[in-house]
């Protein structure tokens, strides 16, 4: 920013403004492509899109208030970066273990009839994109922590119109299903956390106060000892989450998909 020679107060507004477009990037990429997504995938196939999308807002707020509570320790700066960094493996490793039994229990209700559906492809599909989903949130929110608004954003928007692009071209030239279309954004989303967390670690290390851990973690307790603080965020981004997304897989249960496409 001190090479495009703007005052302090110029990159203040740059950064907010650069912030704002990271966050609302998704939902303007998908108002762009949701008529295509429609017009391809028909309204039985839309209409699983569209739940799939509710569930995928959901669960990015329902992440056990993890990127919360990361977010504000990696901003507070109270702790050493390693310790910071050590803490985000932390939320990793928990919210990878919660996505694991997610999908072992979404199997058996699949498996067993209990939730039946099209193609438990999509659903097990559906849960992986999730995953990567959250756990790119994750690292987009610590880099955010750090103010590299603009690295940030630009690394939310790339990731967004990446996943959405490619989804269009499958879906175009090779396979007009709801399968691709999880599949898809599922590679996306692997690609985007990938770039995500390397950039993400790659700042901590950068730190001029850091210091290399001198001894080996205790991941599995200190990542309990992480979620027991952040029961009560959990509690309340679960509240709002469910007052706000739940619409949609709810009906979706009762009714055919189609019941929540546009007509």
């Known amino acids: 920013m ?3 020679g703007l005052p302090d107060r110029g990159r203040a507004v740059f950064s907010i403004l650069m912030l704002y477009l990271g966050k609302a990037s998704g939902i303007i990429v ?3 492509f949701i008529p295509f997504y429609s017009h391809t995938l028909g309204p039985e196939g839309f209409g699983s899109v569209a739940v799939i999308l509710s569930l995928q807002a959901l669960l990015m707020t329902l992440d056990l208030g993890m990127s919360t509570l990361i977010g504000r320790d990696v901003a507070a700066a109270e702790l050493t970066p390693a310790k910071l960094l050590h803490q985000l493996f932390c939320a990793e ?3 990878v273990l919660f996505y694991c039994g997610l ?3 979404t199997s058996i209700t699949v498996l067993t009839g209990i939730a039946p559906t099209g193609d438990w492809r999509v659903v097990l599909a559906s849960v992986v994109l999730f995953m990567l989903l959250v756990l790119q949130n994750l690292h987009y929110t610590a880099i955010v922590a750090r103010r590299a608004y603009t690295i940030a954003s630009a690394l939310q928007l790339a990731g967004n119109l990446t996943r959405a692009g490619a989804t269009a071209i499958v879906l175009t030239f090779l396979s007009p299903t709801l399968f691709a279309f999880v599949v898809t954004q599922a590679l996306g989303a692997a690609l985007q956390l990938l770039v995500t967390r390397h950039l993400c670690i790659q700042d901590f290390h950068k730190d001029p106060n850091w210091i290399p851990p001198t001894r080996v973690a205790q991941l599995w307790l200190d990542t309990r000892k992480l979620f027991h603080r952040a029961r009560p965020l959990a509690l309340l981004s679960a509240s709002g989450a469910a007052v706000t997304q739940l619409d949609k897989p709810i009906i979706s249960i009762f009714s055919p998909a189609a ?5």
Request: charged content about 5%.
């Open 103 to 105: 999908t072992f229990a």
């Open 2 to 4: 001190k090479a495009l």
């Open 93 to 95: 490793f928990g919210l």
């Open 259 to 263: 019941s929540v496409a546009p007509n």
């Open 30 to 32: 998908n108002l762009i």
